[in-house]
């Protein structure tokens, strides 16, 4: 009998088991052209080359401006109220990049959804930021969590998605419940920084009772002002946290072409 969940769930799922089982009977393959490639790697180097990368020395919460000092961080952002400690992305919004999110974000229905590729790259930048986020390895994964209206209507949350699969990883405890959605807000699509920012705040309250560690990796796909994180990671360090850093597979440009909430 089939489970129930929702269908866009259940397919993700469905993916993530078929690639499992594909990859202990079948070579590598680059998910983009399909030739051989390292088994550790999702795209060939020719592939890989088309995702513009975020510079290594970039400023660890702006990510624009590289560092002065020794901080980190830019000078601008090294005097910013921020409640985010950091927000590291491993590759621009742009190009290549845009379209890998926009396949794993929106999924065709039914088996032609069925996209393991698109999961496995946004999933490997995920975890290609979190090698570059500053500081000692958190104590919790926690992914922005859609309102439960969205969630019902898109039938899954690709933050809690690839959220799941870097605490997985990196062996690291995961609360897909930690914070939840107060506010079914508006798309940040067209808004500027400070629209943005008045779109989403207080729109984010932690789960009732949450006694969260110190320090949490919060997980999203796509980011461009750090309006939604912020509001997010003001809600967990309201509850506890002391050190709340942001981690995104992509980072989209003001000016570029933008999905991010």
Known sequence: MWPKRNGAEFFCKLAELSRGALELVLPPTCGACGTRTDPTAVLCPA?????????????????????QTGSGLCAGCETSDSPLTACV?????????????????????????????????VGAMLCEAAARAPGPQPDLVVPVPLHPRRLRLRGFN??????RSLARKFEIPFDPVALRRTRDTPSQTGLDRRERRSNVRGAFRSRRGLQPPERIWLVDDVVTTTSTLAEAAIALRTAGASTVIGLCAARALLDGPSMSR
């Open 47 to 67: 592939c890989d080359g088309w995702l513009e990368r975020i510079a290594p020395r970039a400023c660890q919460l702006c990510q624009e401006t590289a560092p």
């Open 89 to 121: 992305a491993a590759i621009r919004f742009e190009a290549g990049g845009a379209e890998w999110i926009h396949r794993f974000k929106y999924p065709r229905k039914g088996l032609r959804g069925l996209d393991p590729a698109s999961a496995s790259v």
């Open 158 to 163: 690709p933050s809690a998605q690839i959220a």
